[in-house]
């Protein structure tokens, strides 16, 4: 039997099949997870339901409920995909409907999921007529919104998908937002925190943000915020 270089030699636009060896990765695997009845986001109200009987309750900005990291709501309960706040802000209903709509229009609802994590808006806002001396009393309710915190998650996808399949309209909404969001994944955000900790263990220069500001170096105390004095400079 001839060898392959022999006739290559004598026939060199012969063309000579060859088995190789390929490695692909397995596919994810989708067993454990299961479609909800109803995949798409729901309507959000645009006013908060109360008593026939109980007249509108009015409010203070109350500027805390937007500062500061989420203490609760800033892990993915499905453990897949979603987006997360990255600095406090509100969000309106018109933000909220703009979310539901580009979700639902861009995701496979026969594979995909989408879920909300924040209230429907709650909080009033009052604004007073344009033109309308000053004094009065407070004005009235003019609209509802949410207030968000940083770390907070927005909204949340899974299915049957991976991250790149969800990453661009997840990011469209991300970017138009009114304050600064990410699409990310849950393994993403683990391996985030995992570098925080290498980062801070890994550190050298003892004078962090945090010795500096609990040894009032400088007299800091006397100039910085004190919200400074609780998150060290971490949150604005």
């Given amino acids: 039997m001839f060898s392959t270089r022999f006739l290559r030699q004598w026939c060199p636009r012969m063309l000579i099949q060859a088995a190789g060896m390929k490695n692909y990765t397995p596919p994810l695997d989708y067993s454990g997870i299961q479609l909800p009845e109803k995949p798409k986001l729901t309507y959000m109200d645009k006013v908060p339901t109360y008593a026939s009987n109980l007249k509108p309750p009015k409010m203070a900005k109350r500027l805390t409920l937007m500062r500061g990291p989420e203490l609760i709501h800033n892990e993915f309960i499905h453990k897949q995909y979603g987006i997360v706040a990255l600095c406090g802000g509100r969000l309106n209903s018109g933000h909220m409907e703009m979310i539901r709509m580009t979700i639902n229009r861009k995701m496979d609802a026969n594979k995909m999921f989408a879920v909300w994590r924040i209230d429907p808006p709650w909080q009033p806002l009052t604004r007073k007529g344009q033109g309308k001396r000053m004094g009065g009393g407070k004005g009235a309710i003019d609209h509802y919104v949410t207030p968000i915190k940083a770390g907070r998650v927005i909204v949340e996808v899974g299915g049957k998908c991976e991250f790149v399949q969800v990453f661009s309209f997840l990011n469209e909404v991300a970017q138009i937002l009114p304050f600064k969001a990410k699409a990310t994944s849950y393994d993403l955000m683990e391996a985030e925190k995992i570098e925080k900790k290498e980062l801070a263990a890994s ?29 060290f400079f971490k949150y604005v």
């Fill in 203 to 231: 550190n050298i220069n003892p004078y962090t943000p945090e010795y500096v500001i609990k040894n009032n170096m400088g007299g800091c105390h006397d100039w910085i915020s004190p919200y400074d004095k609780e998150w």
